[in-house]
């Protein structure tokens, strides 16, 4: 499973096979994984296994409700024998109220990054010490990768950028018409950036 995780750059893929791969280590029935942004107390759903994707996006604040405003905030694990053990559940996750729940914070360099959280398919299932442990370790490695490939999205970042720069002299250099000059400008500018609409304003000489 390391392996499989490892080489992958592109995060969105990245966080569909690390919780696939959590889910599929406890032979467990389905799970979420939750980022949070340097700096920021909010963790926000990116990737599922075996739930709606409208759960994705979903925005929980450390110290917030359900297993990973805990976890977010403790850096602890949470194991509870009925997800609806939680002090405050999650409303989008009444569903799975008597589902075994197990919540493991994702580690990166003394901070927590994010968040594991697996339901088990059988009510009678115990998520236990071992389970724990397995999981806690991949989490381990899931950090490395997700931070391997928020780096390499970051490089691509400024690729872009420098293309962009790049782009936008050859075009200050390669007319001597103001519109023609300026237009260009716009269209690297938007291309470089993903934007629908970009506008360039030019005060009036006085």
Not at 86 to 112: D, S
Not at 118 to 136: C, Q, T
Request: with cysteine.
């Amino acid at each position: 499973m390391v392996e499989a995780i490892s080489g992958e750059l592109d995060l969105a893929h990245l966080l569909r096979k690390v919780i696939a791969s959590a889910v599929e280590l406890l032979d467990a029935a389905c799970g979420l994984v939750y980022l949070r942004e340097p700096g920021s107390d909010v963790a926000h759903c990116k990737a599922v296994h075996n739930l709606p994707d409208t759960l994705l996006g979903l925005e929980i604040r450390r110290g917030g409700p359900g297993m990973t405003g805990r976890v977010l905030e403790t850096g602890e694990t949470v194991a509870l024998d009925r997800y609806g053990e939680v002090p405050v559940p999650m409303p989008e996750l009444q569903v799975l109220a008597e589902a075994p729940a197990v919540c493991v914070p994702i580690w990166w360099q003394r901070e927590v990054i994010g968040t594991f959280a697996i339901n088990a398919r059988d009510h009678r299932r115990r998520f236990d010490a071992r389970d724990v442990e397995a999981l806690s370790l991949f989490a381990k490695h899931a950090g490395i990768a997700i931070e391997n490939a928020r780096l390499y999205a970051a490089v691509r970042r400024t690729e872009r950028q420098t293309g962009t720069i790049l782009d936008m002299t050859r075009a200050l250099g390669a007319s001597l018409n103001l519109d023609e000059v300026l237009q260009r400008a716009v269209t690297a500018l938007a291309a470089a950036t993903g934007v629908l609409d970009c506008a360039l304003y030019l005060l009036d000489a006085a």
